[in-house]
């Protein structure tokens, strides 16, 4: 059983920073691969980036590019999410969410390519 707890959520000014932690007590993460979603109110849940299940390949939505860092240590069962310049429109729950270390790239970018969900992080930027 894998559960996933996110923290790190807040309010911020445009153009400040937050980092999201996801954080796995029991089994170890070190197989799962792993994304960050959201979900903006009356919109539907978008991904925002991905990691493999060793660290060495990372993905990201256009929208977060060059801001948004995902990263993992495995050694502590953590995954972050590095969020710089946000932005008004980066207002939303993020979710953290695992997926079996074996799916293919293509999956990792899309929501049902991950087999479990945290509860979210309200993460609200102020303009």
């Known amino acids: 059983q894998v559960q996933l707890v996110e923290s790190g959520g807040g309010l911020v000014q445009a153009g400040g920073s937050l980092r999201l932690s996801c954080a796995h007590s029991?089994?170890?993460?070190?197989?799962?691969?792993m994304g960050w979603f959201r979900q903006a109110p009356g919109k539907e849940r978008e991904f925002v980036a991905g990691i493999t299940w060793r660290g060495d390949n990372t993905y990201y939505a256009d929208s977060v590019k060059g801001r948004f860092t995902i990263s993992r240590d495995n050694a502590k069962n953590t995954v972050y999410l590095q969020m710089n310049s946000l932005k008004h429109e980066d207002t939303a729950v993020y979710y953290c969410a695992a997926a079996d270390g074996s799916r293919l790239a293509y999956l990792l970018v899309r929501s049902d390519g991950y087999d479990y969900w945290g509860q979210g992080t309200q993460v609200t930027v102020s303009s």
């Open positions: 029991g089994r170890t993460l070190r197989s799962y691969a």
